[in-house]
Every structure is written in C-alpha cells, then in structure tokens.
C-alpha cells in the first residue's frame, strides 16, 4: 500500500542516500549536494509558496519523495522518484503521479508539466500512458504536460 505522508526531518537520511546513488541520480538528473546543504535547503521548503513535498510511504517504511513546484495559478511542475530500489518496477509511479494530480486539481490548477530525461524509458512511457504529451526536447531533458 503507497501512501504520501509530510516530508519532515526523518526523510533526510534516506533523500540523501537516494539521491546520491548513480542510478537514481541520472534517471531525476539530480544535482550533487552535501548534507549540510540538504539541511538548508530543508529548512527553507515551508518558506516557498511555490513548492510542495510529501514523503512518499509503503505502509510505514520510507520508499521516495514526490511533489510539486514552480506552481503557478495554472500549473505546476510534477517530480517524484522511488529510491528504494526494490519497490521500482511495481507499479508505485502510476500510484504516486495519480496522487499528485489529485493535488494539482485541489490547487485548481489547469495542467501539470514535468522534466524528465530522455534515457528514463520507464518513466517516458508511463507519463505518455497517463496522458502526457511532449511539448519539447532541449538536450536530453524531455519536458512534457497533462491538461488536468
């Protein structure tokens, strides 16, 4: 069973391990970054008007994060990820991106938009069988969006 939670302090250790891992890093295209800059920036997200995270949980254990940002009165930009490598491949995505539309709609937004890269065939095709649509390519990051 997923479920999303707050993302508070206690998903920090895990983010960090995730987040650093070869793997995961390529597929989100993730930035290098220190724990202490991990607190920072962790510090900072319930000051941001514009970006909302939730801890992403099968039954209780910590298996990703997901979220929204740059949102607007229309949009906002759909990011998630499981990090814990043996829930990949069940079907936990679809779970996960379905939950974040059902937040959009509660915000009223009108479209979600994402980033992907071109070599995550695993996330390309779920985001086209959920409705996305490409709107462009710039280098190897996929932008793609869904009319809500």
Known sequence: MISICPYDKSF???SFIWLNDFTTK???NSNTFTKEEQLKWFTSINKKKDYLIWGILH???PIGACGLKNITC???EYWGY???KSFLGKGH???ILHLMEEKAKTLSLDSLWLQVVDFNERAINLYY???FKQEKKENNIIYMRKKL
């Open 59 to 61: 039954n209780t254990l």
């Open 129 to 131: 069988k959920n409705g």
């Open 74 to 76: 229309a949009d906002a």
């Open 12 to 14: 920090l250790k895990h």
């Open 26 to 28: 390529s597929l989100t």
């Open 93 to 95: 995505g679809w779970e």
């Open 82 to 84: 499981i990090g814990e």
